[in-house]
């Protein structure tokens, strides 16, 4: 079975993946990038570690070899890309045998309103509404995404749960415990781009003010930048918070999961402009207690309140405050949420599971037979 992989570009939210379907299929996984990655992403560190990696196909570099292996892949697994012409080349496989599955984060992240624009719904029927009956399947990478499909009609009872599986490391229970037994105070971190109107870094920042105002001690560090840095920064400043609160910039990929080994709490305030938030996924394989907003993709998929982390409703704020309360108030529930975060991506939601699943369903569709229905994780029903 050869498989294509086609994407913007490769990084490291997908290459544990990808690793994970060459384990696989050997030289028959391909992966097509169709873009260079953007600067920002770069200085990020973004681009480390995907050069001379074994499956990657530039499309640029052999047009007419690239138009040939998404023509004939006997599977075409179609992420996110600018490129129209490889989008088009890939929406034309449906009908001649082969097998066409689709990727996507939400399409109305900016309001389900827009379902209703003429133009829009044109568009629609052309990427996705009329593939309704063919042998063409949805993976959600996010768990609103499949309510943003129905609301048009789109892929009916073949949308299921997708989302990106960052490396997954393996510690014994032991060492989850060791890595965090030198914190003297409860340790929060938050990571992430100050974008304003979708990362909220200003809630982390809030949140040490409302702390400090209650005398608890704590120590929270924040790793990234951008635009809302000078915001932060004023905050920090006018509520006295430079003894409780370290802003640390952007650090590579694999220095960011250093600090979350260490981290007893981990804040993750995206919005529902948040598609998905990988680092949610690193958070809880490193074992932190969680702090998410329900509205990001990945929360829903990957917490259950209470049991494996602490979810506060959309945007509000002081219920945020008060879920991080009870965390600092308590060590035994730390630990516990920590463990079952641990657990969850673990046993559930890493790229071996994914990549494994993917492999056998694709197997079952080409040849026409029945599969296994999954009912938690990858590839169950959205």
């Known amino acids: 079975m050869q498989f294509l992989f086609i994407s913007n570009y490769i990084n490291h939210h997908q290459i544990p993946l990808c690793n994970e379907l060459y384990q696989e299929l050997g030289d028959d996984f391909i992966f097509m990038q169709t873009q260079p990655m953007e600067e920002e992403r770069i200085k990020m560190g973004w681009g480390q570690n995907v050069k001379n990696l074994p499956y990657v196909r530039m499309y640029m570099d052999n047009i007419k070899e690239s138009i040939r292996l998404i023509e004939n892949a006997d599977v075409v697994l179609l992420g996110w890309t600018e490129d129209a012409d490889v989008r088009n080349k890939c929406l034309q496989r449906p009908g001649d045998g082969k097998l066409l599955l689709r990727m996507s984060e939400r399409i ?198 209470g049991e494996n982390g602490l979810i506060y409703e959309g945007e509000n704020i002081e219920q945020f405050f008060k879920k991080v309360e009870m965390l600092i108030n308590s060590e035994e529930l730390r630990k516990k949420l920590g463990k079952n975060a641990f657990d969850t991506i673990y046993k559930t939601w890493n790229a071996k599971i994914a990549a494994r699943r993917l492999v056998r369903f694709s197997n079952h569709l080409l040849h026409d037979t029945p599969y296994e229905k999954y009912t938690i994780g990858p590839l169950s029903k959205a």
């Open 108 to 305: 109305y992240r900016e309001g389900r309103w827009k379902a209703i624009s003429p133009k829009g719904l044109i568009s629609k029927y052309r990427e996705h509404i009329r593939f309704r009956k063919k042998n063409v399947y949805m993976l959600c990478n996010g768990a609103y995404v499949a309510g943003d499909f129905s609301l048009i009609g789109a892929y009916p009872d073949k949308m299921l749960k997708w989302g990106y599986f960052p490396e997954l490391k393996e510690y014994s229970k032991t060492d989850i415990y060791e890595m965090k037994k030198d914190n003297k105070v409860p340790y929060i971190l938050w990571t992430g781009r100050y974008m304003k109107g979708v990362k909220h870094p200003e809630f982390a920042v809030l949140l040490a003010r409302y702390l400090k105002e209650k005398g608890y001690k704590f120590r929270l560090d924040m790793i990234g930048d951008g635009e809302q840095k000078e915001e932060v920064e004023a905050i920090i400043k006018e509520n006295n918070l430079g003894d409780y609160v370290k802003l640390l910039g952007f650090l590579p990929p694999d220095e960011v999961r250093t600090y979350m080994e260490k981290a007893d709490i981990y804040l993750f305030t995206s919005n529902h402009l948040e598609g998905w938030g990988a680092v949610v996924n690193e958070a809880m394989n490193s074992a932190c207690a969680v702090v998410a907003g329900s509205d990001a993709g990945a929360v829903p998929y990957l917490i259950k309140d």
